[in-house]
T-cell receptor, first 112, second 114 residues
C-alpha cells in the first residue's frame, strides 16, 4: 500500500511569508502527527489530528496551525515565517496514534 | 517533565562488533516504547516496538531491545553490526498512551566501518 506522502518536498520562502504543507496518510490511518526536525533540537512534536480534531498540541507558537480533512489528509500552516522555522517537517500517520508511526519523507523548508 | 535520553550521541563500530544503544525515559506510568531508524537519505522507519508482555522484543534486521521497567530503560542491541546499519537511531516514548504524541530522544548516529 502507498506510504505517507508529503508535498512539496522542498520549499524556499522569505521571512514574513506563510506556507502550507500537505500530508496524505496511509489509507485507513486516522491519526496524523506533525514533527519539526532540526539538527539542534531534534524531533519536536507540533500537533496531532485524529478524526478531524486536534487531539494534542506541542509547545509551538500560534503561528503554527494545522487541520485534518474528512479523508484524513492533513495540512499544516506556518504564518509570518521566521528564519528559525527552517527545518524538515515530518508527517507521521498511525491507525490510533500510539501504535507506532509511519513517517513521510518530509518537507524541507528553508526561510531566507 | 517527561523526557527521553539517549546517552550515546555518536557510536563508531567495526563490522561484526556488537551494538548496544541506551535509552532511558522518565515516567512512572505505563509506557509503550519504540525505536526508529533513519538511514542516510531515507525517511524514519519503525525498527521495533514494545507494548506489553515479553520485555525482550525483536525487530527488523536482527535488532532487539529489552525493556527493563526498574531501570526505565529500553536499550537497543544487535549482536553483529553490518556496514548497512550505519544510520541514526531514535528512541521514542508516547507518554499519553492514547494519542499520537511521542517524545523522541536526541538520536544516536551509528557509523559502522567496513
Amino acid at each position: 500500500k502507498a506510504g505517507v506522502t508529503q508535498t512539496p518536498r522542498y520549499l524556499i520562502k522569505t521571512r514574513g511569508q506563510q506556507v502550507t504543507l500537505s500530508c496524505s496518510p496511509i489509507s485507513g490511518h486516522r491519526s496524523v502527527s506533525w514533527y519539526q526536525q532540526t539538527p539542534g533540537q531534534g524531533l519536536q512534536f507540533l500537533f496531532e489530528y485524529f478524526s478531524e480534531t486536534q487531539r494534542n498540541k506541542g509547545n509551538f507558537p500560534g503561528r503554527f496551525s494545522g487541520r485534518q480533512f474528512s479523508n484524513s489528509r492533513s495540512e499544516m500552516n506556518v504564518s509570518t515565517l521566521e528564519l528559525g522555522d527552517s527545518a524538515l517537517y515530518l508527517c507521521a500517520s498511525s491507525p490510533q496514534g500510539n501504535y507506532g508511526y509511519t513517517f513521510g519523507s518530509g518537507t524541507r523548508l528553508t526561510v531566507v | 517533565a517527561q523526557s527521553v535520553s539517549q546517552h550515546n550521541h555518536h557510536v563508531i563500530l567495526s563490522e561484526a562488533a556488537s551494538l548496544e544503544l541506551g535509552c532511558n525515559y522518565s515516567y512512572g506510568g505505563t509506557v509503550n516504547l519504540f525505536w526508529y531508524v533513519q538511514y542516510p537519505g531515507q525517511h524514519l522507519q519503525l525498527l521495533l516496538k514494545y507494548f506489553s508482555g515479553d520485555p525482550l522484543v525483536k525487530g527488523i534486521k536482527g535488532f532487539e531491545a529489552e525493556f527493563i521497567k526498574s531501570k526505565f530503560s529500553f536499550n537497543l542491541r544487535k549482536p553483529s553490526v553490518q556496514w548497512s546499519d550505519t544510520a541514526e537511531y531514535f528512541c521514542a516514548v508516547p507518554f499519553n498512551t492514547n494519542a499520537g504524541k511521542s517524545t523522541f530522544g536526541d538520536g544516536t548516529t551509528l557509523t559502522v566501518k567496513p
